[in-house]
C-alpha cells in the first residue's frame, strides 16, 4: 500500500477539478475529486470509476450556445 499526498490543481475551460489520491491499491488508485463550479465533492475507488466522475463533470458544465431558435409553437405549426 502506497500513501500520496500530492494534489494537482488546473483551472480548466471547460470546469475546474481538484483530485486528490489518498491510496494506490489493487493496482488503482482512491482519493477524492472535487468539482469547483458544481460545489461537489465524491470519494473514488477505483480509476475508472474517477474517469466517469469527470466525465459526468464536464457533460454537465458544457453549454448550449447562446443560439436564438424559434418558438415551440412556431416549429409544429403548418404553412397555409
Request: glycine share 4%; charged share 30%.
Amino acid at each position: 500500500m502506497t500513501e500520496l499526498n500530492d494534489n494537482i490543481i488546473h483551472i480548466g475551460r471547460v470546469c475546474s477539478l481538484s483530485v486528490r489520491i489518498f491510496y494506490c491499491q489493487n493496482s488503482t488508485w482512491q482519493g477524492e475529486v472535487h468539482w469547483v463550479e458544481g460545489e461537489k465533492s465524491i470519494r473514488f475507488r477505483s480509476l475508472l470509476e474517477l474517469i466517469n466522475l469527470i466525465q459526468e463533470a464536464v457533460e454537465k458544465s458544457q453549454k448550449e450556445p447562446d443560439i436564438r431558435n424559434w418558438p415551440e409553437w412556431m416549429k409544429t405549426e403548418s404553412r397555409e
